[in-house]
């Protein structure tokens, strides 16, 4: 088993739909990340969250440490939120930048 | 601010070669990280250097290996290339920091694309 496993892995959604993806993890953590990756490669960083719910424009990210769980939200979707979606962990018992990765969710917004 | 530049984008080896790719990171920043990226195994952790030091390492062999200079820029070298090389390697850069257990904000490069044939 993974350590961080995200679903779905393929989405496909109208524009202007609410969208949601989910990540879980089974280890102690210092810190989530959710990053958007573009095709070509490029990946930014959206949010880190190691409590509670971030919140830039569209994107909402939250977290619930006792159920090892994050989820980001996507609000009045657009076709240019089409991307891959990364959800990476901090592991609790390192110092740096070592990151675990999920698989990804493909988004696909349709206009 | 700059962003994180990665140089060579696009490499083409042949198997049994070496090659080196370089990462400058944002300025002020002190942590580097490179990562694999492939279509079977997704992101992996290569390692991550801070302050000229090798703080972590992940599950690769040792033809994989990097250094940081003094300004923060480092290399990544992959000696005895082989096919299952072929990847997107990513570097990342971050304030790093001397802080216990804390993960930083990453900034990634747009990538160098090997390809090994």
């Known amino acids: 088993k993974n350590e961080v496993e995200q679903s779905p892995q393929n989405l496909t959604a109208q524009e202007g739909e609410f969208i949601t993806i989910n990540c879980s993890y089974s280890?102690?953590?210092?810190?989530l990340h959710w990053l958007q990756q573009h095709p070509g490669g490029g990946i930014v960083s959206l949010f880190m969250?190691?409590?509670g719910k971030k919140k830039h424009g569209r994107l909402i990210a939250t977290i619930n440490i006792q159920e090892k769980h994050s989820s980001l939200h996507i609000t009045a979707s657009h076709p240019r939120d089409s991307a891959v979606y990364i959800c990476?962990?901090?592991?609790?018992?390192?110092?740096?930048?070592?990151?675990?990765f999920g698989e990804g969710t493909q988004l696909t917004v349709n206009p | 601010k700059a962003g994180v530049t990665q140089t060579p984008r696009y490499l083409i080896k042949t198997r049994g070669q070496q090659v080196t790719l370089s990462c400058s990171p944002i300025s002020g920043h002190r942590s580097v990280s490179w990562y694999q990226q492939t279509p079977g195994q997704g992101l992996q952790f290569l390692f991550e250097?801070?302050?000229?030091?090798?703080?972590n390492k992940g599950n690769f062999p040792g033809r994989f290996s990097g250094r940081q200079f003094s300004n923060s820029r480092s290399e990544m070298n992959v000696s005895t290339l082989e096919l299952g090389d072929s990847a997107l390697y990513l570097c990342?850069?971050?304030?790093?920091?001397?802080?216990?257990?804390?993960?930083?904000?990453?900034?990634f490069g747009p990538g160098t694309r090997l390809t090994v044939t």
């Open positions: 280890v102690g953590i210092s810190a």
């Open positions: 250097y801070f302050s000229e030091t090798q703080r």
């Open positions: 990476a962990v901090g592991p609790e018992e390192t110092s740096g930048s070592r990151l675990t």
């Open positions: 990342a850069s971050s304030f790093g920091g001397l802080g216990t257990f804390q993960t930083y904000e990453q900034y």
């Open positions: 969250l190691s409590s």
